[in-house]
């Protein structure tokens, strides 16, 4: 699969259904929720840590090839970061 083909949509689809079937097992979602991921959507490889950073580096030390086809969440989110979350939460009580 040449993973730079993609679409957006599809590589995070992709991203999020190898956290599905390889990340979750593994983790205590409920322990770990804040932690980050890092996966290869290539090859499924992974990496979790508490810091965005530090989970790339070792996906990256262990699969340097990764680089350019890695997709971030948060073991307890299905996205990495939230954008504008207190900004559209005080729009929707007062709008």
Known sequence: MDVQELSD?????????????RVRPNVDVDAEAHKFVAIDVETGAYAVHEDERTATKQLIERHPEAKGRIWFRRV????????????????????
Do not use: D, K, V, Y
């Not at 949509?9 to 079937?21: D, W």
């Open 9 to 21: 949509e599809a590589f995070a689809q992709r991203g999020n259904a190898i956290f599905e079937e």
């Open 76 to 95: 307890g989110s299905e996205s990495a970061h939230r954008l504008g979350a207190s900004l559209w939460s005080s729009q929707l009580r007062t709008g």
